[in-house]
């Protein structure tokens, strides 16, 4: 028996732990149980639930960005700002769950600020393991077309691309962006 993996992708604001959020109830209305892992450096909004920006949410456990083990007693596995987690971690334990027949369902950004893909984390490898990807658009802030890259702001600015890979931040710290309206500094 093998699972399924489900990549759910874009850049911020694009509804990504939404459409997650939105996957998972539809799964408990048909009376199949979630085991939901979210990283524990997200504390943007709370800890003990995922949540999307527009405030809808649902139960999660938050773990270490290095993973750690977890039993799973559940008919869906699903992970939330997957980007977050150290790759080798999340792709064997993805991987293991495959191989017992779980059906595993994972939502992240697909690039970095810099528009690249996560240099050693876990996204480049779960896009090309998917059996489903899902990539969803964003509005972009400046001009309103479909925005596809996540945009870093230092005060209202684009960051310069040699900042930090990984930075929690909402509204504060990133806007959605065209290709034509992404700032490269």
Known sequence: MSGHLEVITGPM????????IRRLSRFEIAKKTVTVLSPDIDKRYGAGHIFSHNGSSFVAKQIPVEGE????NSDILAFDEAQFFEYRWLVGSISDALREGYTVIVAGLDKDYRGQPFPGLAMPYLLAMADTVTKLTAICQKCGAEATMTQRLIEGKPAPLDGPTV???ANDKYEARCRNCWEAK
């Open 69 to 72: 083990d977890v039993e799973i």
């Open 167 to 169: 930075l929690v931040g």
């Open 13 to 20: 604001y694009a509804g990504k732990s939404e459409e997650l």
